[in-house]
């Protein structure tokens, strides 16, 4: 299964840990969980929390059970959280790929290397669906740079290389 909520990138890793932490060990609704979180974390609105929610399960730092949410065992790490990534949330390992095949790439130029995997009931979703993927692209190079999968080009930090 691929997941696709990306919130955007926090500042340092160690935030990871903190949404992780503010997950309930007992499962919890959605909306219990969600308020809890923008509580603890001074999220701005239930549907960041849902978002962030969503992520942590994309990454296997939570699950949800027939009882709701709660967080797992699983220590958060940038190895481990970097795997997840590519593997469960959607698009990821694209955006990665073109960087492989043809970094460094801006932001824009990664979008449209991975823009045919834009599944079309998103594209007539939408009529600004290309402005919703490219925001999307942009989260994901910003998550690939903090799992130390990518990093900005130093002399030109709008472009992206594999590391």
């Not at 929610?53 to 967080?71: C, I, K, M, N, V």
């Not at 990534?85 to 955006?95: C, N």
């Not at 903090?146 to 992206?160: G, I, K, S, T």
């Amino acid at each position: 299964m691929r997941f696709k909520p990306v919130p955007p990138a926090p500042g340092e890793f160690a935030f990871v840990a903190r949404v992780q932490r503010a997950v309930p060990l007992v499962p919890g609704t959605e909306d219990d969980c969600c308020a809890r979180l923008v509580d603890r974390l001074d999220l701005s609105d239930r549907d960041a929390a849902r978002t962030w929610l969503t992520f942590l399960r994309a990454l296997d730092l939570a699950e949800e059970t027939p009882s709701g949410y709660r967080r797992t065992d699983a220590e958060p790490t940038v190895e481990g959280c970097r795997a997840a990534l590519l593997d469960r949330v959607f698009a990821a390992d694209a955006v990665h790929d073109a960087l492989a095949a043809a970094g460094p790439l801006t932001a824009d130029a990664t979008f449209e290397a991975v823009r045919e995997r834009v599944p079309t009931w998103e594209r007539h979703r939408d009529t600004e669906w290309t402005a919703v993927w490219r925001e999307r692209v942009e989260r994901l190079l910003d998550w690939l740079v903090l799992l130390d999968a990518v990093e900005r080009v130093e002399d030109n930090p709008d472009r992206y290389r594999l590391t």
